[in-house]
């Protein structure tokens, strides 16, 4: 699942894939591919993942590892700037002089999961800074803007792991079941809208459907079918005040094949009927 931005730019030619934007802040679960650099512009809000909140205040920085399921609570008139990463392609990154364990262990799951960066810390005005500077290079996209991005984001991780705000864990076992993971998520990201089965994603990965379950149930708190209709339903509510698409060709493009119940699991997960929620 990608993240959902506002006012986001496009990813530039850098094999960072660095996208830039306003965090779609709301109390549903996020879970996405991507690394994340988030500032917080205003307000307060909450950070849950892995059973710990974390107060977010005006001007705190946190770092995301990809592929953690967090949750946003207690937000009072919060924004946040975000600097996504898509590290799909770690070969690409790793060959771009960032060492392959840093991408294998933020890949893999192997380091942790979050790290909150306060004014006053060590590294925190570079960090500041620097991805102010990143959004301004990837909006206006003058000539050489890549070299700037460049540098900014190996200073960016420079802080993050020199400061040990994020540290490698060395944990075989929990790699390879993160790169499996990774390969099903993947998958199912790429086919969602199309009526993916567990079967289906088995034989596409090589992996069996009882693993694939055993990966959702250990590393994800989730099952496949939930990961799925997540997935479906956070796009159909996207579309629903994004275009003016009926709510009939709304259902379809996210994977459900019957209204009624498109309508039912809609209400069921954001406690009011698509039609509902377009209005608000």
Same mark, same amino acid.
């Given at each position: 699942?990608?993240?959902?931005?506002?006012?986001?730019?496009?990813?530039?030619?850098?094999?960072?894939?660095?996208?830039?934007? &306003?965090?779609?802040?709301?109390?549903?679960?996020? /879970?996405?591919?991507?690394?994340?650099?988030?500032?917080?512009?205003?307000?307060? /809000?909450?950070?849950?993942?892995?059973?710990?909140?974390?107060?977010?205040?005006?001007?705190?920085?946190?770092?995301?590892?990809? $592929?953690?399921?967090?949750?946003?609570?207690?937000?009072?008139?919060?924004?946040?700037?975000?600097?996504?990463?898509?590290?799909?392609?770690?070969?690409?990154?790793?060959?771009?002089?960032?060492?392959?364990?840093?991408?294998?262990?933020?890949?893999?799951?192997?380091?942790?999961?979050?790290?909150?960066?306060?004014?006053?810390?060590?590294?925190?005005?570079?960090?500041?800074?620097?991805?102010?500077?990143?959004?301004?290079?990837?909006?206006?996209?003058? &000539?050489?803007?890549?070299?700037?991005?460049?540098?900014?984001?190996?200073?960016?991780?420079?802080?993050?792991?020199?400061?040990?705000?994020?540290?490698?864990?060395?944990?075989?076992?929990?790699?390879?079941?993160?790169?499996?993971?990774?390969?099903?998520?993947?998958?199912?990201?790429?086919?969602?809208?199309?009526?993916?089965?567990?079967?289906?994603?088995?034989?596409?990965?090589?992996?069996?459907?009882?693993?694939?379950?055993?990966?959702?149930?250990?590393?994800? &708190? $989730?099952?496949?079918?939930?990961?799925? $209709?997540? /997935?479906? /339903?956070?796009?159909?509510?996207?579309?629903?005040?994004?275009?003016?698409?009926?709510?009939?060709?709304?259902?379809?493009?996210?994977?459900?094949?019957?209204?009624? $119940?498109?309508?039912?699991?809609?209400?069921?997960?954001?406690?009011?009927?698509?039609?509902?929620?377009?209005?608000?």
């Amino acid at each position: 699942m990608s993240l959902e931005l506002l006012n986001s730019t496009s990813a530039s030619n850098s094999v960072f894939r660095v996208v830039c934007g &306003d965090m779609v802040i709301s109390e549903k679960p996020v /879970l996405h591919n991507e690394a994340v650099f988030g500032l917080v512009l205003s307000g307060q /809000l909450n950070m849950n993942i892995d059973d710990r909140v974390t107060a977010l205040a005006e001007n705190d920085i946190y770092f995301i590892s990809p $592929n953690r399921k967090y949750r946003f609570g207690d937000f009072e008139n919060a924004a946040v700037e975000i600097i996504s990463l898509n590290f799909s392609n770690a070969t690409a990154v790793s060959q771009d002089y960032i060492p392959q364990s840093i991408i294998r262990a933020l890949v893999n799951g192997n380091c942790s999961p979050f790290a909150k960066i306060s004014p006053g810390e060590a590294g925190y005005a570079f960090m500041r800074q620097a991805i102010l500077d990143i959004k301004v290079a990837e909006t206006q996209k003058s &000539d050489y803007f890549q070299l700037q991005v460049y540098s900014k984001m190996y200073g960016l991780f420079y802080e993050l792991f020199a400061n040990k705000y994020i540290k490698i864990l060395d944990v075989e076992m929990r790699s390879k079941k993160y790169r499996a993971l990774l390969r099903v998520t993947h998958y199912i990201d790429e086919h969602y809208s199309d009526g993916v089965s567990l079967e289906e994603v088995a034989e596409a990965t090589g992996i069996s459907r009882y693993y694939v379950s055993h990966l959702f149930k250990e590393l994800m &708190d $989730n099952t496949f079918v939930g990961y799925v $209709n997540e /997935l479906r /339903l956070n796009h159909a509510a996207m579309l629903l005040v994004t275009t003016d698409s009926p709510i009939i060709e709304i259902a379809s493009k996210s994977g459900f094949n019957n209204l009624s $119940n498109f309508n039912r699991a809609f209400k069921m997960y954001f406690g009011k009927t698509p039609s509902s929620y377009r209005k608000s």
